[in-house]
């Protein structure tokens, strides 16, 4: 059974950086892309960056293009969210999710979520 | 960027077919994918490729995709059919996912 559990969400000041996590169990890791899809409190789905299984290629939302980086370790099975800058707008729930497909570029779903990680960005 | 459109609700009688609309731009050269989200749960796919059903989704769920408009249709709704639905497209030209902004979909 495919398992994706995110961690290092939080309190953070406006300004600052944080960094989030997934782990990946369940499924061949390398073989699929990953991404990043945040949900305000009471709002819609955003996607937020996602990459393809060999950190060939990766992919931002124009709200986070310059101030997020997404990679991840195969050989630890683990996605990540490096964010800096944060302003209160990235105030969201946090999920990973897995891509059908081993590329951003193909169509597949996003057939697996987490449950996510709260950031909260607030003074 | 491009841009999908949905109504922000939807209502319905239990019985009755509901049917969810996702506007955009030539949508139909694009391949659609429906996820569901019920209150405190995380999305799930329930269509997928514009018309395929997950194993777990029920019949009841189908999906079309056609000109400027995809279309979920859920026929013979149930109560627990009531959530939060967004359509999905991956916008090739930029190598950006789109969501629409959701439809809340209310079993009368």
């Known amino acids: 059974e495919v398992h994706l559990v995110e961690s290092g969400g939080g309190l953070v000041q406006p300004g600052r950086s944080l960094r989030l996590s997934c782990a990946g169990s369940?499924?061949?890791?390398?073989?699929?892309?990953m991404h990043w899809v945040r949900q305000a409190p009471g709002k819609g789905l955003e996607w937020v960056s996602g990459?393809?299984?060999?950190?060939?290629?990766?992919g931002y939302a124009d709200s986070v293009k310059g101030r997020f980086t997404i990679s991840r370790d195969n050989a630890k099975n683990s996605l990540y969210l490096q964010m800096n800058s944060l302003t209160p707008e990235d105030t969201a729930l946090y999920y990973c999710?897995?891509?059908?497909?081993?590329?951003?570029?193909?169509?597949?779903?996003?057939?697996?979520w987490g449950q996510g990680t709260l950031v909260t960005v607030s003074s | 960027s491009y841009v999908l459109t949905q109504p922000p609700s939807v209502s319905v009688t239990p019985g009755k077919t509901a049917r969810i609309t996702c506007g955009g731009y030539?949508?139909?050269?694009?391949?659609v994918h429906w996820y569901q989200q019920k209150p405190g749960q995380a999305p799930k796919v329930v269509i997928y490729?514009?018309?395929d059903r997950p194993s777990g989704t029920p019949e009841r769920f189908s999906g079309s995709n056609s000109g400027d408009t995809a279309t979920l249709t859920i026929s013979g709704v149930e109560a627990g059919d009531e959530a939060d639905y967004y359509c999905?497209?991956?916008?090739?030209?930029?190598?950006?996912?789109?969501f629409g902004g959701g439809t809340k979909l209310t079993v009368l």
């Open positions: 999710a897995k891509g059908a497909m081993p590329t951003i570029h193909e169509v597949g779903s996003f057939d697996h």
């Open positions: 369940g499924f061949v890791f390398d073989d699929y892309a």
């Open positions: 990459i393809s299984w060999n950190n060939g290629t990766a």
């Open positions: 030539n949508i139909g050269r694009k391949t």
């Open positions: 490729y514009d018309s």
């Open positions: 999905q497209v991956c916008d090739s030209s930029s190598d950006r996912w789109v």
